[in-house]
């Protein structure tokens, strides 16, 4: 069964994508982020919960280098890739240079074709962002994030508006790429059912810190109706104040 832990980090992860040290964040006389510890290696994918308001959006963006910090360190996210809910691509570029922006055209096409192949869209290079669905988008603002091989990956939200199918279509892609390319991922969602899918650790932010740290067990993220995934889940509701559903 996967267990609440404050110290232990899985076996076989060693090199450290990120190392966040006492952080602190403070906006006027409200501290949103408190003392914060965390460390996400090369190839581990660790999945944030907490309910709205926690300071997980707060620590993305400063992971990001989109917000500064009041206090603490921040180790080892030189130019961390950023995948947000909302796709962002730019409607007056074809698909390669919304992949290869800021990249050398000679450079850039080639790889950033590459990286379409990978997320099925290799063939629409030249296609423009106002002909693709919601999921086609989100796969090339994946394609975007992973052609530079990020350390860092941070996943904001990002299957949040698609609909349940195309987001079990995401989640096996996001899987395989990452598997592939192994960046540290950290990812904040509000879906308990995707971090247990997607997740090898889940970590719960309470005021500001990281409440609790849970293993996810391989068994538990590839069914969903294994005891261990349902024990699980259920802490997991429990600690967002959640009353777990009876599955009917």
């Known amino acids: 069964m996967s267990s609440a832990t404050h110290t232990m980090h899985p076996a076989g992860f060693d090199d450290a994508a990120v190392t966040v040290s006492n952080l602190q964040r403070r906006y006027g006389q409200r501290t949103v982020i408190r003392g914060l510890n965390l460390r996400i290696a090369r190839g581990e994918f660790v999945a944030l919960l907490g309910e709205s308001g926690c300071g997980k959006t707060t620590l993305l963006r400063a992971l990001a280098g989109l917000d500064c910090i009041d206090g603490g360190r921040i180790e080892g996210a030189s130019q961390p890739a950023v995948v947000f809910q909302e796709h962002r691509l730019i409607p007056w570029d074809p698909l390669w240079r919304n992949v290869s922006l800021g990249l050398d055209d000679r450079t850039g096409k080639p790889l950033a074709k590459a990286a379409l192949e990978e997320v099925g869209l290799g ?12 999921g086609q988008a989100q796969r090339v603002a994946l394609a975007r994030a992973l052609v530079r091989e990020p350390r860092l990956l941070l996943l904001d939200e990002p299957f949040a508006a698609l609909d349940a199918l195309t987001r079990i279509r995401m ?13 540290g991922v950290l990812l904040v969602t509000h879906d308990v059912d995707e971090a247990i899918v997607l997740a090898d650790r889940i ?22 109706d294994h005891p261990a995934a349902q024990a699980l889940r259920a802490q997991l509701l429990d600690e967002l104040g959640v009353a777990a559903a009876t599955p009917a």
């Open 171 to 183: 989640h096996a892609l996001v899987r395989q790429l990452l598997d592939r390319h192994r960046p």
């Open 203 to 224: 970590l719960v932010m309470r005021d500001g810190a990281i409440a609790s740290d849970y293993t996810v067990a391989p068994e538990a993220a590839h069914n969903r």
């Open 123 to 134: 063939s629409r290079i030249d296609d423009w962002p106002r002909n693709l669905s919601g």
